[in-house]
């Protein structure tokens, strides 16, 4: 995709990007409020175009961006996220939200509260973008783990609405030994998630009320107890997504991130509980994704979850046996209520 920039000085710039810097938090908040927003953008490209003179050497542009439609759905690449058509390259693990999303477009074309779901979704699948509704087959439909059968239909059911609504669009496909390897990663990944989804239920109803000062100490260390009773890593994205919400904002103030992703209520379901690991563990489907250098961005039309991934900024390291190590970022951007002090008290304990 070629961009043309044209500067103040009425000078022209044209290049194709080899590479987008991701926007941040504060971008995805900043787009979060139905108007169109303006970013600061820095682009890599081999092969720069001024008044038609092609540079010696490429290099990074940087430009004001002022896009004619609020983004949506994200792209999640490592470090933050994109607008679709600006993730390089264009490969897309699409979840259940998005499916769900073009699904609404196709039946209701002329409907108005998706945003600029359509337009994007549109520039991005003419033809250039891959897109893979595993996420959507993943999750299922009725709150627990879908069974081979279930999983194979719903896997072929994303494919074909994604199709349906993006007509020319290039979507994966699955054949027998491509289900098996599904089949045991899922297994895998059914295992933690049984793990996960019973430590939720137990400790959100806990979280239901701002916890009042004082008391945080005392919920983190039941939090820690039931990770250890569970088998849950204190550093995986269900425990930190519950400390976020005992450490949010003292008067609830700003976006209220791991409240927006868990939902905590008293009487937890074990539905919401599934439904809540699913998301997170789409996450960790795009962290293997790119350490395995296989260039599969997370899309999805989730805010919450979006800002967790750019507020946590994780990264997937291949330790010497292919096993990954996911490291993230404990910042104030997650748990406001602590101090630089209690950031670095609470990454050494989600280390052990």
């Known amino acids: 995709m070629k961009f043309t920039v044209a500067l103040d000085s009425g000078r022209r710039v044209e290049f194709t990007p080899q590479g987008v810097q991701p926007l941040s938090l504060a971008e995805l908040r900043e787009g979060g409020g139905g108007a169109n927003p303006s970013y600061q953008m820095s682009w890599g490209s081999n092969e720069i175009e001024i008044d038609g003179n092609v540079t010696a050497s490429g290099g990074v542009l940087k430009s004001t961006v002022c896009f004619q439609k609020t983004p949506r759905p994200y792209a999640l690449v490592t470090g933050g996220w994109l607008p679709l058509p600006l993730a390089i390259p264009a490969r897309f693990l699409v979840d259940r939200n998005v499916v769900a999303d073009l699904r609404k477009l196709r039946n209701y074309p002329a409907r108005t509260d998706l945003g600029g779901l ?27 783990a879908p069974d081979d059968a279930e999983f194979m239909a719903a896997f072929e059911a994303g494919v074909a609405e994604i199709r ?10 699955y054949g027998p030994a491509e289900y098996r390897a599904a089949h045991n990663i899922r297994a895998a990944f059914e295992i933690n998630a049984a793990k996960e989804a019973t430590f939720l239920k137990t400790i959100c109803p806990l979280l239901v009320d701002r916890v009042q000062p004082g008391k945080e ?74 350490a395995h250098n296989q260039g599969f961005a997370l899309v999805t039309s989730d805010r919450g979850l979006a800002s967790l991934w750019c507020a946590l900024r994780p ?23 602590l101090s630089e002090e209690g950031l670095v008290r609470l990454a050494s304990q989600l280390s052990e």
Not at 125 to 138: D, E, K, S
Not at 164 to 173: H, M, R
Not at 219 to 246: D, M, N, P, W, Y
């Open 118 to 144: 359509p337009w994007w979704m549109n520039l991005a699948g003419h033809g250039r973008a891959l897109f893979n509704p595993l996420p959507y087959a993943w999750e299922g439909s009725d709150g627990r």
């Open 164 to 173: 349906a609504a993006l007509p020319g669009s290039v979507v994966v496909t």
């Open 217 to 290: 100490a005392r919920i983190e260390a039941i939090v820690f107890e039931h990770c250890s009773k569970h088998g849950v890593a204190r550093s995986s994205f269900a425990c930190v997504a519950a400390l976020s919400c005992l450490y949010e904002d003292r008067q609830g103030a700003g976006y209220l991130i791991g409240r927006e992703v868990l939902k905590p209520s008293y009487d937890y379901p074990a539905k919401a509980a599934y439904n809540a690991v699913c998301d997170l563990g789409h996450l960790t489907l795009a962290v293997i994704s790119a």
């Open 315 to 337: 990264v997937g390291r291949l330790d010497n046996v292919g096993d990954i190590d996911i490291e993230i970022d404990v910042s104030a951007d997650l748990f406001p209520r």
